[in-house]
């Protein structure tokens, strides 16, 4: 059996993305996402984490219109909003522009003059995002993804 892994610049082995698809439970039946009824409940794989070694970087994608505009997500929505507006967080947000997908891009590596990641804040936004967007997700396994990446990044850079 072949490991599903890269070369990095340095000539090291690294393991290619990884994504994780966590479930959504809906109230009421989305727009954009597909869904089965379950429980009274729409049920459906719509939060995906993509995790890239190589660029370290952590991309979570998340309904936008059926459940990021929802009234009650609006304070989770406008703190994502203002930290897109501060691009030096290492946090790039895109909403497709049929607003059915918000994507949450971190950026892993240390900012220009630092030898060590530092943007918690921004982990810990996209953190909340997961933990609300599905109970499969809790904060902490979240930054324990995080660490994962950066240990690798880390590791790969040492001479």
């Not at 939060?47 to 991309?59: E, H, L, M, N, P």
């Not at 590596?109 to 995002?129: D, M, T, Y």
């Amino acid at each position: 059996m072949a490991w599903d892994v890269a070369t990095s610049g340095h000539g090291r082995t690294i393991p290619r993305s990884k994504s994780i698809k966590l479930a959504m439970q809906f109230a009421t039946e989305p727009v954009f996402v597909a869904t089965c009824l379950r429980n009274g409940r729409y049920v459906a794989l719509a939060c995906r984490i993509k995790i890239d070694f190589s660029k370290a970087r952590v991309t979570v994608q998340v309904p936008f219109h059926d459940w990021m505009k929802k009234a009650e997500m609006k304070d989770l929505r406008d703190a994502v909003l203002e930290n897109m507006r501060n691009r030096e967080e290492g946090l790039e947000v895109h909403i497709a522009t049929d607003d059915s997908v918000m994507s949450l891009l971190l950026d892993l590596l240390p900012r220009a003059g630092s030898e060590k990641f530092e943007n918690w804040s921004g982990v810990a936004l996209v953190g909340e995002v997961l933990a609300r967007a599905s109970s499969n997700m809790p904060k902490r396994d979240f930054e324990e993804v995080v660490r994962s990446v950066i240990e690798v990044r880390d590791a790969l850079t040492r001479p």
